[in-house]
């Protein structure tokens, strides 16, 4: 991949909040064979302006391939739940975040959990590849294949291990979560946030068109990435991202402390200024 290299070790990364928004926590997970280090401009961002963030790592991730396909999806997202409920433990308000299939798990836990929000870049709930549908199959005959490079990246690089190969098995157990999610959709109560790149080759557009249709909030904001490929939070408009959850997260966090109307008048959104 071009663009400027982010020389770390993959690792969970945790960072206390502080300030006025100390109260506010979000864990972010990453994508699909990717690691922490995708996000973690993200989430040093939220940091700055006080949040407490976790990004957990999750289970065959940050390693190799071989060690990817030794996990099931429900690893993957009993991991991300595991840091979530950590953080909300000790926050007012919690969000969960996610890129890729980070914003699938992300999804998922914002239908189990009483979360505040959700705000997720490039969610994936479907294929781009319809041979995915005979995977369960597949992966008996032909165990890996080569990961689909994105012509002429504008994203950072980041070193996730080695992931030179994606095991058809772990493909199948990704198929698996998008179709355990989708069940799960109208049970997400919270309002979301979606961050959606112009040029993906990675998520196609049936996947924002799965969530319109099928997410139970009735809050449901897309924002349009015009410059940037599928690891978004890496590319062109990765400040808009940032910039943009920071408005989203606020804002809800201060809509869930006001107090209700009284039933004879309507609800305010903000508190009178004297």
Request: proline share 8%; hydrophobic share 40%.
């Amino acid at each position: 991949m071009t663009g400027s290299s982010i020389p770390a070790e993959p690792a969970a990364f945790r960072y206390p909040g502080h300030g006025a928004n100390a109260g506010i926590g979000v864990a972010i997970c990453h994508g699909f064979t990717g690691s922490p280090l995708s996000v973690v401009p993200w989430a040093e961002h939220l940091a700055r302006q006080g949040f407490a963030v976790s990004v957990p790592m999750l289970p065959g991730h940050g390693t190799d391939w071989r060690d990817l396909a030794r996990h099931a999806w429900q690893d993957w997202y009993g991991a991300f739940e595991t840091a979530y409920l950590e953080l909300a433990a000790g926050t007012r308000h919690c969000y969960v975040a996610g890129l890729s299939m980070g914003g699938t798990i992300a999804l998922r836990a914002a239908a189990r959990h009483d979360v505040t929000g959700v705000a997720v870049v490039n969610p994936g709930l479907s294929f781009y590849d319809r041979r995915v549908r005979y995977i369960g199959l597949l992966k008996h005959i032909r165990r890996t294949t080569i990961p689909v490079p994105e012509q002429n990246p504008t994203a950072a690089a980041t070193e996730d291990g080695d992931y030179s190969r994606t095991p058809l098995e772990a493909v199948h157990q990704l198929s698996r979560l998008f179709k355990a999610t989708l069940r799960e959709l109208p049970r997400v109560a919270a309002p979301a946030l979606v961050f959606k790149s112009e040029t993906d080759i990675v998520v196609p557009p049936s996947s924002l068109e799965l969530l319109r249709e099928r997410l139970g909030s009735r809050e449901l904001a897309v924002v349009s990435l015009p410059n940037s490929g599928h690891v978004a939070t890496l590319d062109v408009d990765a400040r808009l991202i940032f910039d943009k959850s920071v408005q989203f997260f606020l804002q809800h966090s201060a809509a869930a402390v006001l107090p209700a109307a009284p039933p004879d008048q309507p609800a305010t959104t903000a508190p009178e200024t004297p």
